[in-house]
């Protein structure tokens, strides 16, 4: 029995079982985006165009929250990823 952790990190570079064994995938996260949304959203709705602004804004927030599940979701991942073992005569993980 090994950790899947270190058994994957073992494994040489040109071994398929790299691919089979790897950790999740990163995800990659664009707060800025929903945040300069968010702001832009309140610079159109305070310039007079509520409606409009307030559509931005929504948007911008709702961006930030798909990115932040999205973000929460991949480090569960990661962390179930790395509490598996690897039985090393049978292949099995638990």
Do not use: K
């Amino acid at each position: 029995m090994e950790r899947l952790s270190h058994y994957w990190e073992s494994l040489p570079a040109e071994s398929p079982l790299r691919a089979r064994y790897a950790p999740p995938g990163e995800v990659q996260a664009s707060y800025w985006v929903a945040l300069g949304a968010t702001i832009l959203g309140i610079v159109v709705a305070a310039s007079g165009a509520v409606l409009l602004g307030l559509l931005v804004t929504v948007g911008g927030l709702l961006w930030g929250v798909f990115m932040y599940r999205g973000v929460q979701a991949y480090q569960a991942s990661l962390a179930v990823w790395n509490s598996r073992t690897i039985c090393l005569a049978c292949t099995g993980q638990f």
